[in-house]
């Protein structure tokens, strides 16, 4: 199967950080994405993992953990144009599922 | 410089009157997606073709069809339209296959479908 767990919705503070958790099952697993998504807008690329480990782009950091079925996506420095939805979506093969998304909510 | 087109933005149509949706890309991409994304919902992928090879996922209504004429277009044709098919409607590229390595998938803007 490909449950994909996420949390729901977070709340987090402007200029703080927040890490945004997935585990899933999937068969065949090859890597894990991650994308971003803001209200109304079509999904834009975030980062993608596929060894074990931590990858830093910016103030974005995507983890991964293969044995585990664990990512995390850490968001620094929050900034209120990080108010979005995001996506934790694993690939298998010749598609990607996507997860339901975590709703980030930035406050002042 | 836009790379994954989707006409229209909005569409309405009529409970049962066949609608077309039409995505195009100036990447060049082999694979093009279909997603179905209702409100706080997780987009559904539909189908995706790789070059002319249609794939069709399990759970897809028969009445959602598609067709890429040639590599830059994908269309989505609803023969009979539900409301429960008012969605947004994502078209994706890569360019390849995810076997082949990280490919990451380019999204258009979406068609927002409003079934009367």
């Known amino acids: 199967g490909q449950n994909i767990d996420q949390p729901t919705e977070m709340t987090a503070t402007e200029g703080a950080i927040v890490q945004i958790n997935c585990t899933y099952q999937t068969s065949g697993f090859n890597g894990l994405f991650w994308y971003q998504q803001h209200a109304g807008e079509a999904p834009t690329f975030l980062s993608y993992n596929v060894l074990d480990g931590l990858e830093e782009k910016g103030r974005f950091s995507s983890f991964l953990s293969r044995s585990k079925g664990y990512s995390y996506l850490l968001l620094k420095e929050l900034q209120m144009k990080d108010s979005a939805s995001y996506l934790c979506?694993?690939?298998?093969?010749?598609?990607?599922?996507f997860g339901k998304g975590t709703r980030l909510h930035i406050l002042p | 410089d836009a790379m994954v087109i989707q006409n229209p933005r909005y569409q309405v149509t009529q409970f049962g009157k066949p609608v077309t949706l039409s995505c195009s890309q100036t990447?060049?991409?082999?694979?093009m997606y279909w997603y179905q994304q209702k409100s706080s919902q997780a987009p559904k992928l539909l189908f995706h073709y790789y070059d002319k090879d249609f794939n069709n996922e399990a759970d897809t209504p028969d009445n959602f069809q598609s067709r890429r004429p040639n590599t830059s277009f994908c269309f989505l044709d609803i023969r009979s339209p539900g409301l429960g098919d008012a969605a947004m409607y994502l078209c994706a590229t890569s360019r390849d296959r995810f076997r082949e390595g990280n490919n990451e998938q380019f999204f258009g803007p979406g068609t927002r479908l409003t079934v009367l």
């Open positions: 990447l060049n991409h082999n694979v």
């Open positions: 979506a694993p690939d298998r093969d010749d598609k990607i599922i």
